[in-house]
């Protein structure tokens, strides 16, 4: 892959379906350019609009003027179109390990990330400790798949950052918000020792910080959805 080949991801800076894209392309060595839509506005630009008209949502990732939608999607294509040297691949090689991350993946985004939205949108003291405690359960799930399918290395693709690693590492910079903004302790030393570890090594690493803001960032943009929610303190 030569870096004179058009590559453009439109996206918006607090989806961590964005920040994975970004993520893998960095690990990549792809270059490409960064196109935001703007947040809070009631339109979305004409762009995003062709280039996904079914769900009208970002991630897109446009290769040669050839759209691209839906994370996942987009994270198995990178790994499959872009083969550079000394690059490692995002998925693990053997298809029963590939097909667990897959499915942990889907997992995360189906069931996981929405718990966790969850408690900024609750309304009630109630429904805020369901959500939390949906968080907490999986992350404990999470913690047993681990254990398994990291083989005692460092991530869970094993030596380097792969596809599950950015699945459920985009989504920390929310995790770490939430924990912020709602006095929370999400994380468990006792049950998730594990997982604390690797959050801690996937927010250090280079390719990463190119992409994640900082913390206070989304805490900021978190309260500004809990006003538009209705639901701010």
């Given at each position: 892959?030569?870096?004179?080949?058009?590559?453009?991801?439109?996206?918006?800076?607090?989806?961590?379906?964005?920040?994975?894209?970004?993520?893998?392309?960095?690990?990549?060595?792809?270059?490409y350019?960064?196109?935001?839509?703007v947040?809070?506005?009631?339109?979305?630009?004409?762009?995003?609009?062709?280039?996904?008209?079914?769900y009208?949502?970002?991630?897109?990732?446009i290769?040669?003027?050839?759209p691209?939608?839906?994370?996942?999607?987009?994270?198995q294509?990178?790994?499959?179109?872009f083969?550079?040297?000394?690059?490692?691949?995002l998925?693990?090689?053997?298809?029963?390990?590939s097909?667990?991350?897959?499915?942990?993946?889907?997992?995360?985004?189906?069931?996981?990330?929405?718990?966790?939205?969850?408690?900024?949108?609750?309304?009630?003291?109630?429904?805020?400790?369901?959500?939390?405690?949906?968080?907490?359960?999986?992350?404990?799930?999470?913690?047993?798949?681990?254990?398994?399918?990291?083989?005692?290395?460092?991530?869970?693709?094993?030596?380097?950052?792969?596809?599950?690693?950015?699945?459920?590492?985009?989504?920390?910079?929310?995790?770490k918000?939430?924990?912020?903004?709602?006095?929370?302790?999400?994380?468990?030393?006792?049950?998730?020792?594990?997982?604390?570890?690797?959050?801690?090594?996937f927010?250090?690493?280079?390719?990463?910080?190119?992409?994640?803001?900082e913390?206070d960032?989304?805490v900021?943009?978190?309260?500004k959805?809990?006003?538009?929610?209705g639901?701010?303190?």
């Amino acid at each position: 892959m030569e870096n004179g080949e058009d590559i453009k991801v439109l996206g918006t800076w607090p989806s961590p379906f964005v920040i994975r894209v970004k993520i893998a392309l960095n690990m990549k060595g792809i270059v490409y350019e960064s196109l935001e839509e703007v947040e809070g506005l009631p339109y979305k630009s004409e762009l995003l609009l062709k280039s996904n008209p079914i769900y009208k949502k970002v991630p897109v990732l446009i290769h040669g003027g050839k759209p691209l939608c839906e994370s996942l999607i987009i994270l198995q294509y990178i790994d499959e179109a872009f083969t550079i040297d000394g690059a490692s691949s995002l998925l693990p090689s053997c298809p029963y390990d590939s097909a667990l991350a897959r499915f942990w993946a889907f997992y995360l985004d189906d069931k996981w990330f929405p718990s966790l939205i969850g408690i900024l949108k609750a309304k009630t003291k109630e429904a805020k400790e369901e959500s939390k405690k949906q968080v907490e359960q999986g992350l404990e799930l999470l913690e047993e798949a681990f254990k398994k399918i990291s083989k005692g290395k460092r991530w869970f693709n094993g030596d380097k950052i792969g596809y599950l690693d950015l699945a459920f590492g985009s989504h920390l910079g929310w995790l770490k918000a939430i924990e912020k903004s709602e006095n929370l302790n999400l994380f468990d030393e006792k049950k998730t020792p594990n997982l604390i570890e690797w959050a801690q090594c996937f927010l250090s690493d280079d390719n990463v910080k190119k992409v994640m803001h900082e913390i206070d960032k989304f805490v900021e943009y978190g309260h500004k959805l809990k006003i538009k929610w209705g639901v701010a303190n």
